[in-house]
């Protein structure tokens, strides 16, 4: 912590005089931090408060020791000082219109570079209606999977009980064919008195049938459907 010599508060950071060499902090010396930090280097080493540059300035009283024409070392340590500073001033005059076109060519890549974000940011918006799209997709294209495989499973419980049928008709039916023709004979007695002597109950028998349609193929032999 140092002691300001103006109002003897405590501060961390101040400013000190070129010519008296006194420390103040900045609200006392006149000057605002960042003013003073943008000064440069040089610039602060040869800071000087308002008061000593009063001074500096004020014409020099002739000197009766002081030889004719000739001047002070503090006039000349003075004139010096404001010939630095004058040229560091005009260094930065200098560099003002490059400063300018530095400025114009970040705004124009600032400007490029909002482009591209929006671009950039459609573009992001697009992949995502996509990927939504893409995801409603998959998701109907599981649900007909699932109707499938529950389909497939039908069909197969329908192909299982239709051949099971099938082989209960197969084992229960008797189709007798090739019998011959004889004039009045009545093939239901024939498939009667066939049962009993195989010998079985004519009470158990559930059909015998003569199909219609042999009827009308002539000289076809009939044939017997018993179940």
């Not at 000064?39 to 500096?56: E, I, N």
């Not at 197969?156 to 197969?170: D, F, G, H, P, Y």
Request: glycine share 4%; aromatic share 6%.
């Amino acid at each position: 912590m140092n002691i300001c010599e103006s109002c003897s508060n405590e501060f961390n950071d101040g400013a000190q005089c070129y010519v008296c060499k006194k420390h103040c902090d900045f609200g006392c010396a006149g000057i605002t931090e960042r003013r003073f930090r943008n000064l440069g280097a040089d610039r602060r080493a040869q800071w000087k408060y308002l008061q000593c540059k009063k001074v500096s300035f004020s014409p020099s009283r002739p000197s009766s020791e002081a030889t004719p024409g000739g001047n002070s070392g503090g006039e000349s340590a003075t004139l010096d000082v404001i010939l630095k500073e004058i040229r560091e001033m005009k260094k930065l005059v200098t560099t003002v219109p490059t400063i300018i076109e530095d400025i114009k060519s970040i705004k124009v890549e600032l400007i490029h570079l909002k482009e591209s974000c929006e671009y950039n940011s459609s573009s992001l918006k697009s992949f995502q209606d996509q990927d939504s799209s893409l995801e409603h997709g998959v998701s109907q294209i599981e649900k007909i999977q699932n109707s499938l495989a529950v389909a497939n499973k039908e069909i197969a419980n329908l192909k299982s009980v239709i051949e099971t049928k099938e082989q209960w008709s197969r084992l229960s039916n008797v189709d007798i064919k090739g019998i011959p023709l004889k004039p009045n004979e009545n093939l239901f007695v024939i498939a009667e008195s066939l049962v009993k002597q195989l010998g079985i109950n004519s009470k158990n028998l559930k059909s015998i049938t003569y199909p219609e349609y042999q009827c009308l193929i002539p000289k076809r032999r009939p044939s017997l459907s018993i179940s």
